[in-house]
């Protein structure tokens, strides 16, 4: 039986590339492929002799013996094998790669659907701004809203939005400058549930949505809003309303 040839990596399979790679992406592989590509290249312009692309390595080449410029082609040779292999792998990780984005799209196409449905989050009036706010208060209590804040911090991070500003540029007056802050509630809210439910754990996404709402339901069922937490609204409710006092205080 004929020995292997050195200058195959035979050990490199496809098995140690996926053992190897499984936390690594196809740009990773890329640009190992980059690496070994150019020191494959600089080995032959020193194994083969001087000619115009080699260079001053293919000047330093012709000093040495036969032996060693056989030695640097076969290494060469060597770094090919590896190289096929991980072109191997970085083609598996492509098509891979392609399948998670269209399954990943697909869920965030869907999320979108059902948050849009279940939870439209209208803007129109002043209860629906004060309706954002206490949802938003519940939905953190959750754990599904901004839950790097404690309810606390929510809590004040939104009393604080009342504050009146030392300067109001590019806002008719203090109440809608107050105002935006709730109306961007619903962005912020949307986007997080919808982010909450696309996320790909093995499961659909109609799954994720039901799971989300059980805890919605069981904060909602278990636990009302703190005392803090209806002054807040209290203050908002004052702060939004037409003939708001705060009004003038620009």
Known sequence: MAKPSITEARGITPEVMQKLNQYRSSKDLRGIQTKLTGTARELRKLSNGWSTASGLL????????????????DAAHLIDSVNTQVEHAKEKHVRSEKASKRRQDARNARAKQLIAVGYPFPTDSMGDLLALLKTALIFNRARVFQ????????NHRYRDYLQTPTRLIGWKSVTDYRASHLSSLRWDLVGQLTSDIAYDDGSEVEDRLKALQAKISEVQTNAQLTTNEQETIRLWTEALAPESKSEGQV
Not at 59 to 67: D, M, N, S, V, Y
Not at 147 to 154: A, I, Q, T, W
């Open 58 to 73: 293919g000047r330093l080449g012709e000093h040495l013996t036969a032996e060693q410029r056989q030695l640097l082609n």
């Open 147 to 154: 839950p790097f804040y404690s309810p606390n911090e929510l």
